[in-house]
């Protein structure tokens, strides 16, 4: 059983940073690899990125890619969603996931435990 609480959403302006933490219970987090998605209001929940269980490999949704960084510590069972340059268009409720496999997943059948959610809203 892996429980996961995220952190670090909030209101921003266009153009700044906000990273997002979640924290992992659970033996199995060191073995999982990690996901983040996100949902906006009238839209499907869509994949952010995800890094492996070591850490050693990092993969990103093109939307986000040279603006995001996903990265984990183990020893703090915690897994991290730095966000640089926010525009509008990121503003969603994110979701950390555990995956089931330890290799880097961008489906979501494959992550079998979610956190509950935290709000990011960027203003322009």
């Known amino acids: 059983q892996v429980q996961l609480v995220e952190s670090g959403g909030g209101l921003v302006k266009a153009g700044d940073s906000l990273r997002l933490s979640c924290a992992a219970s659970g033996r199995t987090f060191s073995t999982s690899a990690m996901g983040w998605f996100r949902q906006a209001p009238g839209k499907e929940r869509e994949f952010v990125a995800t890094i492996t269980w070591s850490g050693d490999r990092t993969y990103y949704a093109d939307s986000v890619k040279g603006r995001f960084t996903i990265s984990r510590d183990n020893a703090k069972n915690t897994v991290y969603l730095q966000m640089n340059s926010l525009k509008p268009e990121d503003t969603a409720v994110y979701y950390c996931?555990?995956?089931?496999?330890?290799?880097?997943?961008?489906?979501?059948?494959?992550?079998?435990?979610w956190g509950q959610g935290t709000q990011v809203t960027v203003s322009s």
């Open positions: 996931a555990a995956a089931r496999i330890m290799g880097l997943t961008t489906n979501p059948q494959t992550y079998y435990y």
